[in-house]
């Protein structure tokens, strides 16, 4: 593909200063940011905090965060109390964000930012992705917005602002790296504002339903306003999401208590607890291998989508006349304190146990 029009390049560098001073009057209001007003008093933003909830947004929302960020936050109110927590306290806390593997990097960032680095996160974007669970993004989201780093911040909402301003007729994620290099050329010295302005502008003006051109800082550069801005992005064909079947089995004891697991460290929702259950196989399961004998009751099905495959479980429960004792059993009162993902949360619910907090 030829190189993004220069022209239009210059274009958006141009509109940096319409576009900060945009953002110093309409600027959302978060609690992990400092905001322009606070920036220009003299207060900097803390690190830690934006990293954590740019790490917590991957993939989601900022409403869905909000909570989560705020619980982290009380909790863990620096990168020391976060480093000293147990894996299976922050691992509980994060159930229900997905995508578990982000909150295992998360912990072994935090303990190295808290040991070797002495609390201190890199200043540059270069040096911040040593550090595990920082990516490109990341890295050059914390060095923009916490040291002015002036590197473009490419998030989902500036992707769809920059594919509309230059009409871009491919999918974003094929051209993704000439786009950050754009973005690059375009940064102020009020790189973190810039990268913050630019997001907000994807949230609010250029959002994916709707595109109110009127009240764009932008105007009259951008290129889709004068077309269709909502056929930007241009979608990657999606692919087939492939199926996967088990089953996943419910114990609980004449106590009250319920057997439970802990899933692998590495793979999918590692870390994480469990119910027990089968493999889960790619054609739908017959009568499953129950793991102990007894009168089992077929609680019906849980579906759950994940990134790659869909997956559907038959839940089985077995009310046993026994009373178990071991640390894989735990009340049925406490089991809204293990860290159990949204897909064992379903089955617990089909299963008519309590997830109390």
Known sequence: MPSLDQRQIKNLSARAAGLLGWYDRHARALPWRIGPQERKAGHVPDPY?????????????????????????????DVFALAAAPDGEVMAEWAGLGYYARARNLLACARQVAGPLAGRFPETAAQLTSLPGIGPYTAAAVAAICFDERVGVLDGNVERVLARFFALNRPVREIKAELRAALDQTVPARAGDYAQALMDLGATICAPRASLCG???????????????LAYPVKPQKQPRPNRYGHVFIVRDRDGKVKFGTRPPRGLLGGMHEFPGSEWVSEPV????????????????????????????????????????????????????LALPILFKKVAAVAGLPLEP
């Open 286 to 337: 017959g009568d499953p291998a129950f793991p102990v004998p007894g009168h089992w009751q077929d609680k019906g099905e849980v579906r759950h989508v994940f990134t790659h495959f869909a997956l559907t479980l038959t839940v089985w429960r077995l009310d046993l006349a026994t009373i178990e004792t071991g640390s894989d059993w735990v009340g049925e009162k406490r089991l809204g304190q």
């Open 215 to 229: 009240r764009c800082p932008l105007q009259p550069d951008c290129r889709a306003a004068t077309a269709d801005p």
């Open 49 to 77: 905090r934006v990293w954590l909830s740019e790490i917590m947004l991957q993939q989601t929302t900022v409403p869905a965060v909000r909570g989560y960020f705020e619980r982290f936050t009380k909790r863990w109110p």
